[in-house]
């Protein structure tokens, strides 16, 4: 098992190593003259020398890529060319909002996705495996966009069931401790605040759920399908096990394989999503933070946030791969 | 001689590959899901191409005395801020999603499957490097990438195409590929070597035909993401450079600030793209199933 794990960590050197490679060029390669894209049009020959100076324009492009390389090992990722705050402080600041949408999106398509697969497979061919399927031919369908403004017309516009947008209600006046707002409103020891803060999670998960909510059940029930026609699950029914039992420690056992790789490899598609997720719903993320750093041109917050989405989707790979080579064993020895 | 021989063999591949695609085709159109994806995606194509034939009303100048009327006989889906018909501009953003769908997955197929077959064919380190590519391209979450690119490259539409098609391309490269190592030990690829064929004719002639179905699939459901994906910049204004230009995403963006007045610039353009991306997915799927029908339960 070690060894797989160093085998697998050494397979990730390249792919950081190309990553590193891509955002450089990201800011350093950009098409005219990098400094001048970057501050635009109205620059003051003062600043774009001093940009010129920190990126080290003026030098080899090799040696360009040393600094860049050695700033980032030091955690410098540069500054925000809007307010001047460095660009890992800002993100911090930022990320646990993206994290906790992220999960929360993450629980209802697991925690639908899952019994939803289980109950198509079980009734294969009849109406609940049409109507699931359905449900998952919508969920990939409608674009997140799309589903989260019906969502906010219907029950926060329409019947004012949910808040339209943002984490939690301004006047209730929540001080930051973690950025995490489950956590802050409980910390301040205010269930009203807490409870406001749960309904503004709601209509944003479902959104940002919906496209792993499909795989998931898609994945759930071709697995458990695949595996139900095994010898041993009839095996199993012959000794006259109940249906029961056969479901949860023959078919689900080796059903969960495939699932939790799918489930694991959502994460991308979910930081891609939550970068619209939290454009509808005015979400104060990293997603939004992006896009309002695009409208600005604020090319380090870009460059280091895809960088950092990047890093988060490849460890959570790694950790995926790890954990599925624990549960197989051919995979570990081949 | 040789001609004697060759006749026959060619008779009956020609016979054997008419063969699979009549089959797959007839199977396609007893499969119902299938039949409606194709119905809808070809609604589609055809609410593009004839958009300035059968489209009432012009769709870049309107009346502002017009302005965000709701569906009336005079406006079917109502008009927008501008006063423009909304039905005029659905159909005019139907020719830019079709276009950028199918200008960016072709271009995805023309870098992934160049990549794809060069790594299958070549094997060893040309194949570990060329993977390890893709790997870099994948690690970057799909649509931050395209975002990324479109900010490097600035707004426009061939920029928006390269976007779309950077972030389908290696997943095409790693399908062919994939396709590719699984028929090098093919008795009839070990055959075609043994008889002297060349690496390339071996390639082209031998394997890609039959590498090409699960590339043709994931081309059809990768235009329902395109189409999305190109609606999801325009929505994050990162659409056609020119605001006028009707661009469904960008349309829906618009439509935000006025959700309580003009619901129904919500509703059109979101069930407009979603029905051709359950076009595509239906379709999609439907030649996954008759091309390889044993994948059918």
């Given at each position: 098992m070690a060894r797989y794990i160093v085998r697998r960590l050494l397979m990730a050197i390249p792919v950081l190593f190309g990553l590193s490679v891509v955002l450089f060029a990201f800011v350093h390669l950009l098409p005219g003259d990098p400094a001048r894209s970057i501050l635009g049009q109205h620059a003051t020959a003062a600043s774009l020398a001093r940009l010129r100076e920190s990126l080290g324009l003026d030098r080899p492009l090799h040696e360009q890529y040393f600094l860049y390389i050695s700033d980032l090992l030091q955690g410098d990722l540069g500054s925000s060319l809007v307010n001047g705050r460095p660009v890992l402080q800002e993100f911090m600041l930022r990320f646990p909002a993206t994290i906790e949408l992220t999960l929360v999106a993450l629980l209802f398509a697991v925690g639908l996705g899952i019994p939803?697969?289980?109950?198509?497979?079980?009734?294969?061919?009849?109406w609940q495996d049409g109507l699931v399927t359905i449900i998952s031919l919508l969920g990939i369908s409608i674009p997140i966009f799309v589903l989260g403004l019906t969502l906010q017309f219907f029950f926060s516009v329409g019947l004012g069931w949910t808040p339209v947008s943002g984490r939690i209600d301004p006047r209730l006046g929540i001080d930051a401790v973690t950025n995490f707002m489950l956590v802050d409103t409980l910390l301040a020891g205010e269930p009203e605040a807490f409870v406001d803060a749960v309904l503004h999670l709601i209509l944003p998960g479902i959104a940002l759920g919906s496209i792993p909510l499909a795989i998931i059940t898609r994945i759930t029930r071709a697995a458990v399908l695949d595996v139900a026609n095994e010898d041993y699950v009839r095996t199993a029914r012959a000794k006259g096990l109940t249906e029961r039992r056969v479901d949860n420690r023959h078919i689900m056992r080796n059903a969960w394989l495939p699932v939790t790789t799918v489930v694991g490899l959502q994460v991308?598609?979910?930081?891609?999503?939550?970068?619209?997720?939290?454009?509808?719903?005015?979400?104060?993320?990293?997603?939004?933070?992006?896009?309002?750093?695009i409208r600005t041109r604020d090319?380090?917050?870009?460059q280091s946030s895809i960088l950092i989405f990047a890093l988060v989707f490849l460890t959570v790979n790694l950790i995926v791969d790890i954990l599925y080579a624990y549960l197989n064993p051919r995979i570990r020895y081949s | 001689m040789g001609a004697t021989v060759a006749a026959p063999a060619i008779a009956a591949q020609d016979r054997a590959s008419r063969g699979l695609w009549h089959d797959a085709a007839r199977r396609l159109l007893r499969n119902g899901p299938a039949l409606l994806?194709?119905?809808?995606?070809?609604?589609?194509?055809?609410?593009?191409?004839?958009?300035?034939?059968?489209?009432?009303?012009?769709?870049?100048?309107?009346?502002?005395?017009d302005r965000l009327k709701p569906p009336s006989p005079e406006h079917w889906m109502g008009t927008d801020l501008q006063g423009r018909d909304e039905f005029t501009r659905i159909l005019y953003g139907a020719q830019v999603s079709l276009q950028v769908g199918v200008v960016s997955v072709f271009l995805a197929l023309v870098m992934g499957g160049t990549l794809g077959a060069i790594a299958g064919a070549a094997g060893g380190k040309l194949d570990a490097t060329l993977m390890r590519v893709t790997d870099v391209l994948l690690s970057i979450p799909g649509i931050l990438l395209?975002?990324?690119?479109?900010?490097?490259?600035?707004?426009?539409?061939?920029?928006?195409m390269l976007a779309v098609a950077v972030t389908n391309a290696p997943i095409f490269a790693r399908i062919l590929r994939g396709s590719l190592l699984s028929l090098r030990t093919a008795d009839y690829v070990v055959a075609a070597r043994s008889i002297g064929a060349t690496g390339p004719r071996v390639l082209l002639r031998h394997m890609l035909p039959n590498a090409l179905t699960p590339l043709i699939v994931a081309a059809t459901l990768a235009l329902a993401t395109a189409i999305i994906d190109v609606a999801g910049l325009g929505f994050l204004g990162l659409g056609p450079p020119d605001p006028r230009t009707a661009e469904w995403g960008t349309m829906l963006t618009d439509s935000t600030k006025f959700l309580r007045q003009a619901p129904h610039l919500l509703f059109f353009p979101g069930i407009m793209i979603v029905?051709?991306?359950?076009?595509?997915?239906?379709?999609?799927?439907?030649?996954?199933?008759?091309?390889?029908?044993?994948?059918?339960?």
């Open positions: 939803l697969g289980r109950l198509a497979a079980r009734h294969a061919q009849r991308g598609g979910l930081l891609a999503g939550a970068v619209i997720t939290e454009s509808v719903f005015a979400w104060n993320g990293v997603g939004r933070w992006v896009v309002d750093a090319y380090f917050v870009i | 994806g194709l119905g809808l995606v070809t609604l589609f194509v055809a609410a593009a191409v004839l958009a300035p034939v059968i489209a009432p009303y012009d769709p870049i100048a309107g009346a502002l005395a395209a975002i990324g690119i479109v900010a490097w490259l600035g707004r426009g539409l061939p920029q928006i029905l051709t991306a359950i076009g595509f997915n239906l379709l999609g799927d439907g030649l996954r199933e008759s091309l390889d029908p044993r994948l059918k339960r």
